[in-house]
């Protein structure tokens, strides 16, 4: 009998997924590493989605299928489907996106052999007829604070889940998200450079209902704001969740906000740098001088994420800003960019 230690739970949570989801059941039935389970949770999908899932489940008893009573929501589903997972390896997908073949094999194979908790894989990106319309190289974890670079493609030890006490149930919208945020402080991510998922784009996908709703966009913005409030204790001064927030805000092409609110935020965070300087007497260093003038340029070129960067490095220069608090873990957090100042200048 093989033991929970190989086998791999797929988590599936689904609402109204009759029309892609035959396909993302087909991609789990196919993979080269065989143990595995599947548990779909069906979050009181009103179309044919469940007839779907059993019809499956009767070909292939991995597949598990659990009925939500009434509309729980992605963080909550994935809740669900992790506590009745066995496997002591976890990952979940998208009704309407497709695993490579390989995508379980060689997704544990990399995790093992880099000693890491987390893994995220490249990806490719697929229209709604499963035409293939670009390819997705992601990045280290050094811009985790501006954006998601794990997307859609992981694979995690179930100890990541248990000690984050799963995803945050109160922030629909940016759950994944706020998970690897919290995660970065304990845990260690490995990217693997194989493209070994299939991400879907179409015009009803929750990414793009996030872009094109304004209900859903205000949704996102606050759940963004309630992650980086609730990170560690409130590790981040209201001034600096305000200024991340703009900065993700901003990036997305339906938002209204404008560069001048962003500016703002900068322009009162040099203020408060240059006060704090002033109350204990701290002479500028001549690397901080030329880390401020930089910040001023990038400001007036629009280039704040650059902006950002040297922010950070300024508040980490002298930890008892009132930009931030002085907090070991946030340091943690934010050491990538500060490696080489030369770069992030």
């Not at 019809?55 to 292939?60: A, H, Q």
């Not at 009704?95 to 987390?118: G, K, P, V």
Request: proline residues 2%; glycine residues 2%; charged residues 25%.
């Amino acid at each position: 009998m093989v033991s929970n230690n190989d086998l791999i739970s797929i988590i599936l949570p689904v609402y109204n997924g009759e029309n892609y989801i035959a396909h993302t059941l087909a991609s789990c039935m196919k993979q080269t590493y065989e143990n595995w389970e599947l548990i779909v949770v069906n979050d009181c999908s009103t179309d044919s989605t469940l007839e779907l899932i059993e019809e499956y489940s009767k070909k292939d008893p991995r597949i598990l299928i659990v009925n939500n009573k009434t509309n729980q929501k992605l963080p909550k589903s994935l809740n669900v489907g992790h506590q009745m997972a066995k496997g002591e390896l976890m990952t979940w997908i998208s009704h309407d996106n497709i695993f490579d073949i390989n995508f379980l094999e060689r997704m544990r194979y990399h995790l093992s052999s880099t000693r890491s908790d987390i893994v995220y894989s490249d990806f490719q990106i697929i229209d709604k007829e499963e035409v293939i319309t670009g390819t997705r190289k992601l990045s280290s974890l050094d811009n985790l604070l501006l954006g998601n670079p794990i997307q859609a493609s992981f694979l995690y030890k179930r100890e990541v889940f248990k000690s984050l006490n799963g995803y945050d149930e109160n922030l629909f919208l940016v759950e994944d998200y706020d998970f690897w945020l919290r995660a970065s402080l304990n845990f260690k991510f490995s990217h693997c450079n194989e493209q070994l998922y299939f991400f879907r784009k179409h015009e009803s996908s929750l990414t793009e209902n996030i872009n094109r709703n304004t209900t859903k966009f205000q949704q996102y913005s606050k759940a963004l704001t309630m992650s980086y409030g609730n990170l560690n204790n409130n590790m981040f001064s209201e001034t600096t969740v305000d200024l991340l927030v703009n900065l993700h805000l901003t990036d997305r092409k339906s938002s209204k906000l404008s560069g001048y609110k962003v500016i703002k935020f900068l322009n009162l965070t040099i203020e408060e740098i240059s006060e704090f300087e002033k109350v204990i007497g701290l002479t500028k260093t001549s690397c901080s001088k030329v880390l401020i003038e930089k910040i001023k340029k990038n400001i007036f070129n629009g280039r704040i994420e650059i902006s950002l960067c040297a922010l950070l490095y300024c508040s980490f220069y002298w930890p008892e800003t009132l930009l931030l608090k002085n907090n070991y873990n946030f340091k943690r957090l934010v050491r990538s960019y500060l490696n080489n100042p030369l770069r992030i200048c």
